[in-house]
T-cell receptor, first 113, second 112 residues
Framework: DGGITQSPKYLFRKEGQNVTLSCEQN?????MYWYRQDPGQGLRLIYY???????QKGDIAEGYSVSREKKESFPLTVTSAQKNPTAFYLC????????????FGSGTRLTVV | SQQGEEDPQALSIQEGENATMNCSYK?????LQWYRQNSGRGLVHLIL?????REKHSGRLRVTLDTSKKSSSLLITASRAADTASYFC????????????FGRGTSLIVHP
């Protein structure tokens, strides 16, 4: 079955560490997105990519980095510059631009210890 | 960004009752989408309604869109305990890249 796989499901980060969240899709979708969700909050856009080797900052990109070397993969690195990284991270994809429903992964919960 | 805002923030009903939640937005849109999120999980796409549509059905779901009032409603009929979840609307910009933005959601609890 096609879908989006996020790993790991739970991740613990020590102060000053960089960590990378994985997002892989086998839907042949062009566009991929990373969102952050805090308790009781909506989703805030971190980065998005509409084509391989290209990506744009979202509303809260500071302290995060991404790459899009393959169509199927869009990893997110949470750097030590992100001062409050504890959150639920969601990856999503769409076939392209213009009015498609999102397919979401099951999320990664990141906790700073 | 064009954030949709859901209302009410929380809704508690009995099984078998209907649940209605609303979404308001501020600027022009191409379409509006509704999603469900079970606790600790990703969002699941429920339904998309385009700006030239007024009503759309999918099973027990009914979505309306009033572009003059910049609002949408999601009706879940004959609710079940399994409908317990948070529901989000997402709106997209007219023209240019389509990057939906999400509100804070409506938390629905359906009591058996």
């Amino acid at each position: 079955d096609g879908g989006i796989t996020q790993s790991p499901k739970y991740l613990f980060r020590k102060e000053g560490q960089n960590v990378t969240l994985s997002c892989e899709q086998n839907l042949n979708h062009d566009a991929m997105y990373w969102y952050r969700q805090d308790p009781g909050q909506g989703l805030r856009l971190i980065y998005y990519s509409q084509i391989v080797n290209d990506f744009q900052k979202g509303d809260i990109a500071e302290g995060y980095s991404v790459s899009r070397e393959k169509k199927e993969s869009f990893p997110l690195t949470v750097t030590s510059a992100q001062k409050n990284p504890t959150a639920f991270y969601l990856c999503a994809s769409t076939p392209g631009q213009g009015g498609y429903g999102y397919t979401f992964g099951s999320g990664t919960r990141l906790t700073v210890v | 960004s064009q954030q949709g805002e859901e209302d009410p923030q929380a809704l508690s009903i009995q099984e078998g009752e209907n649940a209605t939640m609303n979404c308001s937005y501020k600027t022009s849109i191409n379409n509006l989408q509704w999603y469900r999120q079970n606790s600790g999980r990703g969002l699941v796409h429920l339904i998309l309604i385009r700006s030239n549509e007024r009503e759309k059905h999918s099973g027990r779901l009914r979505v309306t869109l009033d572009t003059s009032k910049k609002s949408s409603s999601l009706l879940i009929t004959a609710s079940r305990a399994a409908d317990t979840a948070s529901y989000f609307c997402a709106t997209g910009r007219s023209g240019g890249s389509y990057i939906p933005t999400f509100g804070r959601g409506t938390s629905l609890i359906v009591h058996p």
